[in-house]
């Protein structure tokens, strides 16, 4: 018996297709797609969040020193002038961020393997650059969904049985995170 499915294509088609079946998954909580398109991509996304679970409280928090800069009313930089420059005003303030602990690390990473990165465009500016944010899917793995799924052991995913397509009676179906 195969260790997975071919699913048809080439292996890196295949990979391909399977990485951004993950990471829609994993970004929009539910997809359409084949049964057996559905399998390979529960077996990959079920890892995913078995790290995000077992790495979730795996950090610690730790104070640093930022140079930010000043800002004026309108939210625009504060300048003065030195030698005959403009130079932008810094203020010193301290953040608290999180700083992954080894095992973390190596988590966040084996997950950046897998997921493509998402930029998230609002409907209003559709087609504009502006306004565009990216969105961190490895953190949303460990604060959401690692939260989420602290109590269970396995099964994050629900897979839906929906119908044959019409063009060629494969069986369509959803997958979505429990």
Do not use: C, W
Not at 33 to 56: D, F, S, W
Not at 77 to 89: L, P, Y
Not at 138 to 161: H, N, P, Q, S
């Amino acid at each position: 018996m195969a260790m997975y499915r071919k699913l048809g294509k080439k292996s890196d088609q295949r990979k391909a297709l399977l990485r951004s079946q993950v990471t829609q998954l994993i970004y929009k909580g539910k997809i359409k797609t084949t049964e057996a398109r559905a399998k390979e991509v529960r077996k990959i996304a079920e890892h995913l969040i078995t790290l995000a679970v077992n790495e979730k409280d795996n950090f610690e928090e730790v104070t640093v020193k930022a140079k930010e800069a000043r800002k004026d009313k309108d939210g625009k930089r504060v300048k003065e002038v030195v030698d005959g420059k403009k130079v932008t005003i810094y203020d010193e303030i301290e953040k608290t961020v999180k700083k992954d602990k080894p095992s973390r690390l190596h988590a966040r990473r084996e997950m950046l393997k897998v997921l493509y990165p998402v930029t998230e465009v609002p409907e209003d500016a559709a087609g504009k650059k502006s306004n565009t944010k990216k969105v961190d899917l490895t953190d949303k793995l460990f604060t959401e969904y690692g939260v989420k799924y602290a109590g269970r052991k396995g099964g994050y995913t629900r897979i839906v049985k929906i119908g044959q397509r019409k063009g060629d009676g494969a069986l369509e179906v959803f997958l979505e995170l429990v």
